[in-house]
Nanobody
Framework: VQLVESGGRLVQAGGSLRLSCAAPGSIFTNYDMAWFRQAPAKEREFVARITFRGDNTYYSESVKGRFTLSRANGKPTLYLDMNNLIPEDTAVYYC?????????????????WGQGTQVTVSS
């Protein structure tokens, strides 16, 4: 199973980016999906997740109100719209698909990861 992220680049603080994650149709239809990120010398952290029906989204406190997670209509793609970016958002962003997530955003067994896409926010 391959999840393919794209959209990461260098952006100035206050700017916006859209990250995309393309997934196999069977995964996209049946799995909850999420974004995680890992900054240099830090542990990977949960960013946002969405149910497989797209009817519920959950965000970390650090991105709530600035990031929006959505599932595309008509194609198996997950989007993360990031606004009002700050230097602390600099990280490699990873797409994940899982049968479920814990309340803390930890993926359940049998999950899949993408290769990551670099987001760099300059001050």
């Amino acid at each position: 199973v391959q999840l393919v992220e794209s959209g990461g680049r260098l952006v100035q603080a206050g700017g916006s980016l859209r990250l995309s994650c393309a997934a196999p149709g069977s995964i996209f239809t049946n799995y909850d999906m999420a974004w995680f990120r890992q900054a240099p010398a830090k542990e990977r952290e949960f960013v946002a997740r969405i149910t497989f029906r797209g009817d519920n989204t959950y965000y970390s406190e650090s991105v709530k109100g600035r990031f929006t997670l959505s599932r595309a209509n008509g194609k198996p793609t997950l989007y993360l719209d990031m606004n009002n970016l700050i230097p602390e958002d600099t990280a490699v962003y990873y797409c994940n698909a899982a049968p479920y997530y814990s309340d803390r955003g930890e993926p359940g067994p049998g999950d899949y990861w993408g290769q990551g896409t670099q987001v760099t926010v300059s001050s």
